[in-house]
C-alpha cells in the first residue's frame, strides 16, 4: 500500500488549494479514504473522508463548507478542495486508507497559509 500526496504549498489567506493522494498497492474503489492534518505542536486531527462505493462524504463540523472531498476511482486519487483557507489551517495534511485492519498513511504534503 502506498499513498502519496501532493498539491501543497504557501498560499495567501482567503487563497485556495487542492490537495491529491495517489493511491497504490491495494483495490481503492473499494476502501474508504480519508484526510487528516497536523498543525505545528498539535495532534493530528481527522479532516474528512469518502466512502468507497456511494462517495458519500464526511467532514470535521469546523470546516464544512469550506472543504470537499472527493475521488476519482479511475485514477486511483482521492482531493481535497480547500477554499477560504486561513493562518489556522496551516499544517501538513494527510491521507489514509484502513486496509487489512491496519492504517496506511502518506507522508504528507505542507500547507502553509499566510501573507
Known amino acids: 500500500v502506498q499513498l502519496v500526496e501532493s498539491g501543497g504549498g504557501l498560499v495567501q489567506p482567503g487563497g485556495s488549494l487542492r490537495l491529491s493522494c495517489a493511491a497504490s ?60 483557507l486561513k493562518p489556522e489551517d496551516t499544517a501538513v495534511y494527510y491521507c489514509k486508507v484502513r486496509w487489512s485492519n491496519m492504517d496506511y498513511w502518506g507522508k504528507g504534503t505542507l500547507v502553509t497559509v499566510s501573507s
Not at 55 to 70: D, Q, V, W
Request: glycine content about 6%; proline content about 2%; aromatic content about 16%.
Open 25 to 84: 498497492g491495494f483495490t481503492f474503489s473499494s476502501y474508504t479514504m480519508s484526510w487528516y492534518r497536523q498543525a505545528p505542536g498539535k495532534e493530528r486531527e481527522w479532516v474528512a473522508l469518502i466512502t468507497r462505493s456511494s462517495g458519500s462524504t464526511n467532514y470535521a463540523e469546523s470546516l464544512k463548507g469550506r472543504f470537499t472531498i472527493s475521488r476519482d476511482n479511475a485514477k486511483n486519487t482521492v482531493y481535497l478542495q480547500m477554499n477560504s
